[in-house]
């Protein structure tokens, strides 16, 4: 049984540049979070959506950073333009309906020089 | 005041002993708590949840939570060195979970 699965795994970019990030949720699973966590700030949620629609975003640092969930199978989370502070492992997690039960995928490490 | 609090560690215990893990929440009206184990380079994975008041146990772990002093354990019997990871606690906050920045646990044969 397939977990959540995540793309790319690793991501070196040069600051400027657009950065995509992907998502597949567990088949069934109704709800999807974007998380990023950093040594100093540890575990942060970005946005999360119930049935493809963004519930909260108030996570999310600023304009440069987008995300959308066309579909219950596939998410993607965009930052334009990337900055250097931006580096930092970026999680995606589902759960069957809510926060409770969350699992998580294998977290895309994104560097920004 | 961080919303969830935990002591970075790292937390050294040796082998066969019990290693507790403590973390305090802010919002006194959090009713769900978590716990999350992360192994190095890897994603967090749950391995506890408690929603009332006392311990509960699984297998060789136990939660533990007192709402009244706001504060959520988890204690680890016979700790193994296989038990070395950051242990993350996460309280709900409406539909979503706020976590703490985790504390590290070794366990040394």
């Known amino acids: 049984d397939a977990g959540v699965i995540q793309s790319p795994r690793h991501e070196v970019t040069e600051m400027g540049q657009e950065v995509t990030l992907r998502c597949k949720p567990i088949?069934?699973?109704?709800?999807l979070f974007w998380y990023r966590q950093t040594m100093m700030r540890g575990l942060e949620l970005l946005i999360y959506?119930?049935?493809?629609?963004?519930?909260?975003d108030s996570g999310m640092p600023e304009d440069r950073f987008s995300a959308k969930m066309p579909n219950a199978s596939f998410s993607t989370l965009k930052i334009q333009p990337s900055e250097p502070r931006d580096s930092a492992v970026y999680f995606c997690?589902?759960?069957?309906?809510?926060?409770?039960?969350?699992?998580f995928g294998p977290g895309t490490r994104l560097t920004v020089l | 005041q961080k919303e969830v609090e935990q002591n970075s560690g790292p937390l050294s215990v040796p082998e066969g002993a019990i290693a507790s893990l403590n973390c305090t929440y802010s919002?006194?009206?959090?009713?769900?708590f978590f716990w999350y184990r992360q192994y190095s380079g890897k994603s967090p994975e749950l391995i506890m949840f408690?929603?009332?008041?006392g311990d509960k146990e699984d297998g060789r772990f136990t939660a533990q939570l007192n709402k009244a002093s706001q504060y959520v354990s988890l204690l680890i019997r016979d700790s193994q060195p296989s038990d070395s990871a950051t242990y993350l606690c996460?309280?709900?906050?409406?539909?979503?979970?706020?976590f703490g920045t985790g504390t590290r646990l070794q366990v040394f044969p």
């Open positions: 997690a589902s759960s069957p309906g809510g926060p409770n039960e969350q699992f």
């Open positions: 088949s069934g699973h109704n709800s």
């Open positions: 959506f119930n049935n493809n629609v963004p519930i909260d």
């Open positions: 919002d006194r009206g959090s009713q769900s």
């Open positions: 408690i929603y009332s008041n």
């Open positions: 996460a309280v709900r906050a409406g539909d979503k979970l706020i």
